[in-house]
């Protein structure tokens, strides 16, 4: 049954649910001012699959990364009503649910949308499981993809700044079918998990404006031809017509209403508003107030997710794509990317720390994150006399190219592990400050910094960041910005608010200028990011091809 709550009544509440890399975040937020009531974090049980599926001692091959339909599920099943009990209130008050997913994460379904995975037979094949954003094994077939496009001068090759990546629908969809054809040949439709959930929800399918633009290759009402997929590969000509096709839904839509059986998973009432699927970092736009041409918002977490409106398309070499409606209604929406950024942290600072370092923050009661960070802001910029390259979960932008890796240049026998550690703060931040560049070298002006996502709970992150950039930092006030963002939308969906963008004014929240640079530091930075643009157009530009022979190298020695 429909609640009996209406769309602008005060107590209405939405529930927003933000499908992350290893774990699900359900917030709990009122329609009228966005307030969050409470949040649950479910944890995906299987989280990245890497090494090999479960139950099997097989090795995947390298650079694979896949998940579980049924954690995802589980965020359905245990997190949603974990929050709606932290919340305290009746489910009756809720109005919408709204989701969002990392994208492209895709998998691949029958008819019904039964994963693959899921079928009997299909348990112990790689090619059935849903691909992660972060499975980078297609490069080869990304390489193909866009090769032959320029070749026969696609004209939406160029919407892509001239690259398509390993990590979106087309390169991982060929890849199945090289790899695995009877699984090629099995799946009804190769549909992203943005679609996929709300599929669960509001049990119909489903497709969003965004990731069929950005992940897929739609553009001005089209996926690419019959006649080029056949000039990849003549059993490839139909995986747009046979697999992809749907009548396309815009952000902020009403997908459906909940169904009895989502009602019964996840204590939702039966026939609430369902949004229409979203990706993570362009659904924060609307929880960190950036709607509008020109503001910029980096979310910044495993990785980073630049996404910028403007009210023309413009060709920016190396972004990952611009798409009419992509990110509000009625604009041409932007986005970039750095694949590797708190990973590039984490790897470091999880994996490679002498044990006095660790029992020094234990000592401190903090994490190694936060005593590295605490030790690297007391040095003067330049002093480690390090520059690094951010790139060991390869380069998503300028340069969209997954068989890069990392380099740490001007290391000695006296530097140390907090010297690391902001060597490889700063390469991100120079990635950052490197896509900002491009976008604006290409005319497509950018007024404003925002930032959402985890890493903004490090102040010595974001300092280096704003000085680097040579800017202030807007930084969205939510803890979880994707699951807020994604109440936003099923509160346009509800109808408790017009559109995306009155939503977003009612419901986002931001502290404007939250973080100011010192430009005595920029002026030093500035001198490390001139080191850093020739190392980047070295090993990436075709100085040196050192960086391919290593992957090569390392790929036969595994294989
Ligand atoms: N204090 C910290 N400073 C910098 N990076 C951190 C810190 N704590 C965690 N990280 C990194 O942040 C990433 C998680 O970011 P988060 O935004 O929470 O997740 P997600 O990107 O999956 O949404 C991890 O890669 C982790 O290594
Ligand atoms: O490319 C993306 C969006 O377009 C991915 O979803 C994103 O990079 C993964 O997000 P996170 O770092 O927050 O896990």
């Known amino acids: 049954m429909a609640p009996n709550v209406s769309a602008n009544n005060s107590s209405s509440v939405l529930v927003g649910i933000d499908f992350g890399t290893l774990s699900g975040r359900v917030v709990v937020v009122r329609a009228a001012d966005g307030a969050v009531l409470a949040e649950a974090v479910e944890d995906y049980p299987h989280a990245v699959l890497s090494t090999a599926l479960p139950g099997s001692d097989r090795p995947l091959p390298p650079d694979t990364a896949l998940q579980l339909p049924e954690d995802y599920r589980g965020v359905l099943r245990r997190g949603v009503p974990k929050a709606l009990a932290a919340a305290g209130i009746g489910a009756d008050r809720v109005i919408g649910v709204g989701t969002d997913f990392t994208a492209c994460t895709v998998l691949p379904t029958t008819a019904d949308g039964t994963p693959l995975c899921e079928l009997p037979g299909f348990a112990d094949r ?55 054809p009877e699984a090629y040949a099995r799946a009804d439709r190769w549909i992203e998990a943005a679609d996929w959930i709300v599929w669960q929800l509001c049990g119909r399918e489903t497709r969003n404006v965004c990731t069929a633009g950005y992940k897929g290759i739609h553009q001005d009402g089209a996926w690419p031809s019959r006649d080029y997929l056949a000039a990849l590969d003549p059993a490839f000509a139909g995986f747009a017509d046979d697999k992809l096709a749907f009548p396309l839904s815009q952000l902020g839509a009403r997908a459906g209403g909940l169904s009895a059986e989502a009602a019964a998973l996840t204590g939702l009432p039966e026939g609430v508003a369902v949004a229409v699927g979203n990706v993570d970092a362009h659904v924060t736009a609307a929880a960190a107030r950036t709607v509008d041409p020109g503001e910029l918002l980096a979310v910044m977490g495993t990785s980073t997710c630049h996404v910028l409106n403007s009210d023309v398309p413009a060709e920016v070499p190396g972004m990952c794509g611009v798409v009419r409606d992509g990110i509000v209604p009625g604009l041409w929406g932007y986005e970039a990317g750095q ?61 969209v190219d997954h068989s890069l890796s990392g380099v740490i240049a001007g290391a000695t026998l006296a530097t140390t592990p907090e010297d690391l550690y902001r060597a490889l703060v700063e390469a991100t931040a120079f990635g950052t400050r490197t896509i900002v560049e491009a976008f604006e070298t290409a005319g497509v002006p950018v007024h404003g910094v925002t930032v959402a996502g985890g890493l903004t709970r490090n102040p010595f992150v974001l300092q280096v960041y704003a000085d ?47 973080v100011r640079p010192d430009l005595r530091d920029s002026a030093g930075y500035d001198r490390l990011y001139d080191v850093y643009r020739d190392l980047h157009d070295h090993f990436g530009r075709g100085g040196s091809d050192a960086l391919h022979r290593l992957r090569r190298i390392r790929n036969d020695a595994r294989t």
């Open 468 to 514: 680097v950039l040579r800017r202030p930092l807007h930084v969205t006030d939510a803890d979880q910005g994707p699951a807020l963002g994604s109440a936003i939308h099923a509160a346009v969906a509800a109808g408790a608010h017009p559109d995306i963008r009155a939503a977003s004014a009612a419901m986002g929240r931001v502290r404007r200028d939250a």
């Open 339 to 399: 694949s590797g950024v708190g990973d590039i942290l984490g790897w470091f600072a999880d994996g490679f720390l002498p044990p006095e370092y660790v029992r020094a923050a234990k000592r401190a009661g903090t994490g190694t994150h936060e005593l590295l960070s605490r030790r690297a802001a007391a040095q003067p910029v330049g002093a480690h006399g390090l520059v690094a390259l951010d790139w060991h979960n390869g380069n998503r932008s300028v340069l």
């Open 126 to 180: 790689p090619h059935a499981y849903p691909k992660l954003w972060k499975h980078h094994a297609a490069q080869p077939e990304a390489d193909e993809i866009t090769r032959v496009a320029a070749e026969r001068g696609e004209p939406w090759l160029p919407r892509y700044g001239g690259r398509i990546s390993a990590e979106w629908q087309f390169a991982k969809g060929l890849q199945v079918l090289r790899e695995d």
